[in-house]
């Protein structure tokens, strides 16, 4: 919205500061920041209020979290998702069809958990929705997030699947570009979800997700840099950076409240709602297999899940002591705050490799 003030400039003077995506980006990180301090406690006390007993914890879980963390309210996704929100708003380019496709999948899911949410804490029960409905409705959305985007990208980019580092391979999708990209964004949705389960685990890696999905945002969307780089012009695709860098800042104002012990969590609502983006960013931008690298934390715990499940069918056994693999390493004794920032610290490793594919000829 702000960036209309640019018509106000002459081609000098403050006005013309709106111009740029990166004035921009550093004005959507301060306003979502602002928001979340402004609005964080007043929410928290809300919450509190009106959940008499906080998150149910699962039984079948860890005992210390009986112990530590029953009475903590849940929902506190949507500190981050109204920082989010009213910061892209305010700063990104209104007419730029992939801020829109963006807000969609992520208020779009944020619904689906904040209705998960609400089932859980007033029926005082660990199971909210049903899993197939959260699911049939999570692969509708990014069904329609799929088709958006492809609509979106330029005619040689439409439908195909770019591989890193073999930056001259486009693989014709056809058809099952909005199959692949329904796995990329609902799976990055409950990968997410699934790695929220200790005090800060899983916002840290997320804002490291979305801080590098915003950088390659911004460089596939500028010719001169994807020459540099190597990599494909995605037009259009730079304001995704004002997106991110309000996801970063609304986020580290919800980390001040979910450190350790968390004051509040941020449940499915949030947790749903920030994977879905993460999926959505990389489908935008063409870099479907990035986000599996970026994001391999969230990979990790979706597979360990899915191994452990796969593995007790076939034979009555577990593969780890309990599973998302964060739980396992509780199990072995360590500290709740050495998992998770021994587990930020992998998430910044990957990240950083994710972006050096960038450079990689």
Not at 223 to 228: A, C, M, R
Not at 235 to 250: D, K, N, R
Not at 287 to 296: D, S
Request: hydrophobic content about 55%.
């Amino acid at each position: 919205m702000l960036y209309w003030l640019a018509d106000l400039s002459d081609g000098g003077g403050a006005f013309n500061l709106f111009r740029y995506i990166t004035f921009r980006a550093g004005g959507a990180f301060l306003t979502a920041l602002i928001f979340s301090f402004l609005f964080g406690r007043p929410l928290i006390n809300l919450l509190k209020k009106k959940q008499k007993n906080g998150q149910p914890i699962r039984e079948d879980g860890p005992q210390s979290h009986l112990e530590t963390k029953t009475g903590t309210p849940t929902m506190g996704g949507v500190l981050i998702l109204g920082a989010l929100i009213f910061s892209t708003l305010l700063w990104a380019r209104l007419d730029t069809a992939y801020i829109w496709m963006l807000l969609f999948v992520t208020l779009s899911f944020g619904a689906i958990g904040f209705a998960d949410d609400y089932a859980k804490v007033s029926r005082n029960n660990a199971k909210g929705v049903p899993g197939r409905l959260r699911f049939g409705l999570g692969l509708l959305i990014a069904a329609i997030a799929g088709v958006w985007a492809a609509q979106l990208h330029p005619d040689g980019l439409s439908y195909q699947l770019a591989l890193p580092v073999f930056k001259d391979t486009l693989i014709n999708l056809g058809f099952f570009f909005v199959p692949f990209a329904m796995l990329v964004i609902v799976g990055s949705a409950n990968a997410v979800n699934l790695t929220d389960g200790l005090d800060g685990l899983a916002i840290m890696p997320v804002m490291i997700a979305a801080g590098a999905l915003g950088v390659i945002a911004y460089a596939v969307g500028r010719v001169d840099f994807t020459e540099y780089l190597d990599v494909h012009y995605v037009p259009g695709t730079g304001e995704i950076l004002i997106f991110t860098a309000a996801l970063i800042g609304g986020g580290l104002g919800f980390l001040w409240y979910n450190a350790p012990p968390a004051a509040v969590f941020m449940g499915d609502t949030g947790s749903l709602a920030l994977g879905g983006a993460l999926g959505a960013i990389a489908v935008a931008t063409k870099h479907e297999i990035v986000l599996a690298i970026v994001g391999g934390l969230f990979v990790v715990e979706a597979l360990s899940v899915i191994i452990q499940v796969a593995y007790y069918k076939a034979t009555k056994k577990r593969v780890f002591l309990m599973a998302p693999i964060h739980h396992h390493f509780e199990k072995k004794g360590w500290a709740e705050a050495q998992i998770v920032i021994r587990f930020w610290i992998i998430s910044l490793i990957l990240a950083l490799i994710g972006l050096a594919t960038l450079k990689v000829r």
